[in-house]
């Protein structure tokens, strides 16, 4: 009786973790309804982040969103990171914007390049998780898929208008979209001290 409860208990606890995993899928991730890049536009800064591998900005993140007269987006960066293990400086990075599917104009991709040599250039998917366009928005990119279609690498970016934070009740809607994309307890305070 005690073995085949154990069984029991095995496969009960193998469907959880597949239930689990499933929901980590990243195509199956949503993103805003009905994005709108005008509404968008504007400085964000970044109050949390979780990172990718390799070089990423550390702290004083900001970003200034503009939509073109052809009504594609662009932006500017700008951030504190750190080069050969104690330089710090502050790195302008460019980044522009495409909708591949004009049905979701919330999954994105970015191509961006450094303004200066020592900084990488290159393309990530920039899907918008959720924003209200006047508080916060939840950026998320996956660099790298697993075989089983979760992320192996990526990052995400959580922005408000304002660098003294957000509200309680946003917090909260926040903390869920994390899970919802499977990074909750991945992000870092972004530290805002007015560097750059």
């Known amino acids: 009786m005690g073995s085949s409860k154990l069984c029991?208990?095995?496969?009960?606890?193998s469907c959880v973790e597949?239930?689990?995993s499933a929901s980590c899928i990243v195509d199956s991730f949503s993103v805003k309804e009905d994005f709108d890049p005008k509404r968008y536009a504007?400085?964000?800064y970044a109050l949390q982040k979780k990172d990718p591998e390799g070089l990423f900005l550390q702290d004083n993140i900001s970003a200034e969103y503009t939509i073109d007269d052809d009504g594609s987006m662009t932006a500017s960066s700008r951030g504190r990171v750190t080069l050969f293990g104690f330089w710090v400086v502050c790195a302008d990075m460019a980044a522009q914007y495409s909708v591949p599917d004009p049905n979701l104009p919330g999954k994105m991709f970015m191509?961006?390049?450094g303004l200066a040599s020592y900084l990488s250039s290159g393309g990530d998917n920039y899907w918008?998780?959720?924003?209200?366009?006047d508080n916060y928005a939840i950026t998320y990119a996956c660099r790298t898929l697993k075989d089983d279609g979760s992320c192996e690498d990526g990052?995400?970016?959580v922005f408000s208008r304002n660098a003294r934070g957000l509200p309680p009740a946003i917090q909260r809607v926040v903390r869920q979209k994390q899970e919802e994309i499977c990074m909750a307890g991945q992000f870092q305070p972004v530290?805002?001290?007015g560097a750059c």
């Not at 918008?128 to 366009?133: A, E, F, L, S």
């Open 42 to 44: 504007g400085k964000w």
């Open 191 to 193: 530290l805002q001290s």
């Open 155 to 157: 990052y995400a970016l």
């Open 111 to 113: 191509n961006y390049q």
């Open 8 to 13: 029991l208990l095995l496969v009960l606890v």
């Open 18 to 20: 597949l239930c689990l």
């Open 128 to 133: 918008v998780i959720d924003t209200d366009y």
